[in-house]
């Protein structure tokens, strides 16, 4: 239960703006080394503070870019770009699809709605809703993940150390392998490393997995359908495609943890279904978290799927698991049987009594 909060805020920079374009490869060869200019290109002018967001590498041979920048103005940004694209429009195997495009706009007008409408109207979508206030917009790229319904989802922290010491060519050729299966989505702003050491060591004192700090970008590999229900007609969940692209979409991974075997998760975007959740998320912090859990909820009134200590309840959260020691519990894998204590905890207000101590632990999953 959080009883306080701080923000620390920072002084904006002048300009925030983005970077797009798309370019494709004329075959797989062409592809390989298009990747490899790419990582060699991103370690040399986007592994820095400026630069965040996405270089995304798709299955059919494509690279798509949706970076975004900040303290740069939109030239000094099209300065940055312009040599890679240069070399690219040069290529006999490459194509540029999508054109290079930048785009600035003054910091402090960001979250302006009225400025976004008049300036950058193709960013934004308003709230249709009747009587939806003016103000109520939001980015157009992320309209798709309103009540999609996920097929997949994995994450993983890349080591900054893929970047030197000849260790490029093993990753460009994972991402490459990676990418015959799913997109691979590279986020160059949530990996802290290349950051301040004044930010990694305020980074270092919190819960994150430490690989968050080492990393130079987390990678996300995910897929899903349009919004679904089941049980109403004409909206179930297409179950046997979303098992099928949940498959591919764990073969990407697994090809790109060849070069980073090991390689941690981020908790808030990661697998429903990660086994081993407790290092994958946390890492050898999660001791530490399990004891500050037994200390404060040892009744274990807040659970949550893959949440510390939940591996001590069942998967509902309403039965704890029989021998479990209030904290140092073994981990509860996927499909896994365990035994179950028979006192169920009391359901919330209004709540029907789980019938739970009657099951066993499983997953939805294949």
Do not use: C
């Not at 370690?43 to 870019?65: C, K, T």
């Not at 994150?208 to 897929?223: C, D, K, Q, R, V």
């Amino acid at each position: 239960m959080v009883t306080r909060l701080t923000l620390r805020t920072r002084p904006l920079p002048e300009f925030f703006g983005a970077v797009f374009g798309r370019i494709r490869a004329s075959s797989d060869p062409a592809f390989r080394r298009l990747i490899a200019r790419l990582v060699a290109f991103h370690r040399d002018h986007l592994f820095n503070p400026s630069w965040g967001e996405q270089l995304v590498l798709e299955p059919a041979n494509a690279v798509r870019i949706a970076t975004v920048f900040q303290g740069l103005d939109r030239d000094r940004a099209e300065a940055v770009w312009r040599p890679f694209f240069g070399s690219v429009s040069g290529a006999r195997d490459l194509s540029i699809e999508e054109p290079l495009k930048v785009v600035a706009v003054p910091a402090r007008q960001f979250w302006d709605a009225d400025f976004l409408r008049q300036n950058a109207p193709t960013f934004v979508l308003a709230d249709d809703r009747p009587g939806a206030p003016p103000g109520n917009v939001f980015w157009a790229a992320d309209q798709g993940e309103a009540g999609q319904f996920l097929h997949g989802y994995r994450s993983a922290w890349l080591p900054a150390a893929l970047l030197e010491g000849g260790q490029e060519a093993r990753l460009a050729e994972a991402l490459f392998a990676a990418s015959r299966y799913w997109s691979v989505s590279l986020h160059l702003n949530k990996g802290l490393a290349g950051a301040s050491a004044e930010d990694v060591a305020a980074a270092r004192d919190t819960a994150i997995h430490p690989a968050a700090l080492e990393a130079f970008a987390l990678a996300i590999i995910a897929g899903g359908g349009p919004p679904a229900w089941p049980g109403i007609p004409d909206r179930e969940p297409d179950l046997a495609e979303a098992r099928r692209d949940r498959r591919r979409i764990d073969e990407a991974m697994r090809e790109l943890l060849k070069a980073a075997p090991g390689a941690g998760s981020y908790v808030s975007e990661s697998d429903f279904f990660e086994p081993a959740w407790q290092r994958s998320h946390w890492g050898p912090n999660y001791p530490r978290l399990a004891a500050v859990k037994k200390k404060y909820d040892p009744a274990g009134l807040f659970v949550v799927h893959h949440g510390v200590g939940s591996e001590e309840w069942s998967p509902d959260g309403f039965v704890r698991v029989a021998g479990a020691d209030r904290g140092n519990s073994p981990p509860v894998s996927p499909g896994a049987s365990v035994e179950l204590e028979s006192s169920p905890r009391e359901p919330g207000p209004g709540a029907a009594r789980s019938a739970v101590q009657r099951r066993r632990a499983g997953t939805i999953a294949d």
